[in-house]
């Protein structure tokens, strides 16, 4: 090429190739992960906040029927471990920790709800002594969760 480029070469035709390289490969790992790229639009939107149920949670070995199947071995509900800040790394790094301290992690994620100011423990009505036992390993302050949150694990929101 002779002369100076102009702004159509230098940044529309290179942005062009580059946004259809992305979108093919994004359509070629969909396919191969099976993910569907037309999600039926009466099914729910997930979000992070909210969790799913667990799909194979750890049950306490009792021969009581009224146990909660939502427990771990220790009897605690699972942890979804949420980042709070703009820290990358911090829920998967605490989720680590916890792991290691035997909690049952059911998933992590970044915090989608209004800011907090501090590491807060959301539990479900029936959650209050796992919530307290979390609270002591992490700092975080207990606080019921609302209806729109996990009411089968606790949501821990990491503000460090």
Not at 12 to 29: E, M, S
Not at 43 to 54: F, G, H, R, T, Y
Request: net charge negative; glycine share 8%.
């Amino acid at each position: 090429m002779s002369g100076p480029q102009t702004f159509h070469q230098k940044v529309t035709i290179p942005l062009a190739v580059i946004l259809a390289t992305v979108g093919g490969l994004f359509l070629i790992g969909s396919r191969l992960m099976n993910i569907d790229t037309n999600p039926v639009a009466d099914e729910p939107a997930v979000e992070v906040s909210a969790a799913a149920e667990p799909s194979m949670p750890v049950v306490a070995p009792s021969s009581d029927a009224s146990v909660d199947p939502n427990l771990d071995v220790n009897g605690r509900l699972p942890v979804i471990v949420l980042n709070g800040t703009e820290t990358a790394g911090l829920a998967k790094s605490m989720s680590d920790d916890l792991h290691d301290a035997d909690w049952v992690i059911e998933e992590t994620g970044n915090w989608t709800g209004q800011p907090l100011l501090e590491t807060t423990i959301f539990y479900p009505a029936d959650g209050f002594s796992s919530a307290e036992e979390l609270a002591t390993q992490t700092g975080g302050t207990p606080v019921e969760a609302t209806p729109d949150m996990s009411q089968t694990a606790l949501t821990l929101v990491i503000i460090q």
